[in-house]
């Protein structure tokens, strides 16, 4: 794996650095600052006590955790948020729990995300009239193929 040095500001000294679970795990994992509870259908801005300094060419971007996901049916509502690398502010997440019965609650130290560190490149758009044609062209949305388990899906979905 390369690395890249990112600078990192707890603004909440109680919470470690995020960290790697394994040396090969693409995300670092993100902590609630707050306890949170999160009512059926709920969503919630949660602090995570971090504030980072990215490289010019980088990004962060604020990944869910696939357990959160399964278990509970947490999620993040603008999954993956994106953390601009001249954004100085505090890393946040936006939690939503998709569950209808049970209110999710979390305890103030548990990891609720993850923060993945990538390259990202700008484009230089040029603007033309006509684009070049290409294998795939136009088709998109399912055009390869239905979903047999829904044979009533809804029209133009
Ligand atoms: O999950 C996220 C997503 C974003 N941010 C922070 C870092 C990012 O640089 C800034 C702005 O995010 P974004 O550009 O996605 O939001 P926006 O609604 O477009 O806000 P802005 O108008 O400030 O760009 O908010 C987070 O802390 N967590
Ligand atoms: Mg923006």
Redesign the pocket.
Known sequence: MSKVDVLIKRLDEGLPVPSYAHPGDAGADLRTAVDVELPPGERAVVPTGVAIALPDGYAAF?HPRSGLGAKLGVT?V?AP????AG?R??????LLNTDLRDTVRLRRGDRVAQLVVQRVEHAVFHEVTELPGSARGADGFGSTGGFRGNEHSREGA
């Open positions: 604020v993040i603008n948020g994106t953390v601009d954004y502010g505090e890393i946040k997440v936006t």
